[in-house]
């Protein structure tokens, strides 16, 4: 047995099939259709199905947020990557003596050296969010 209900009044119907119409003494006529049918048949239509969560990057996008952070530096804010002896990547800073580094995990730094940098990380991740919206790439 399904349930039916008239998309009207939600006057409600258990049968097996689909009910006739029902012509009410006010005038009034229920035609009777079955919500778990028409939801399979959006679902279908649309294909909502994996639509809107896509796992991993898109096509084209860096995979990783390092990959982000270097892209942010290099488009977004045109620096230049720098020869680097430690762990970090270095790029050119705001000013004479001032270096960005950048870590494992898109940890982002600013000063003289890695040892003696301030973390710039939420800042700079947010920074990215924006620019990577204003520019269609997220």
């Known amino acids: 047995m399904k349930l039916w209900i008239c998309s009207k009044c939600g006057h409600e119907v258990y049968a097996k099939e689909k009910p006739q119409p029902i012509k009410w003494t006010d005038g009034h006529v229920c035609y009777f259709h079955n919500p778990a049918d028409e939801f399979e048949k959006k679902i279908k239509e649309k294909k909502q199905y994996n639509v809107y969560y896509q796992k991993g990057p898109r096509k084209g996008q860096p995979k990783t947020l390092t990959d982000r952070v270097i892209r942010f530096l290099t488009e977004g804010m045109k620096k230049k990557e ?36 301030v973390s710039l990380t939420d800042k700079a991740h947010a920074n990215m969010k924006l620019w990577e919206r204003e520019n269609g790439l997220s």
């Open 82 to 117: 720098l020869p680097s002896k430690n762990r970090y990547r270095k790029f050119t800073g705001s000013g004479p003596g001032s270096f960005y580094w950048i870590g494992k995990n898109g940890a982002m730094r600013a000063g003289p050296n890695a040892s003696n940098s």
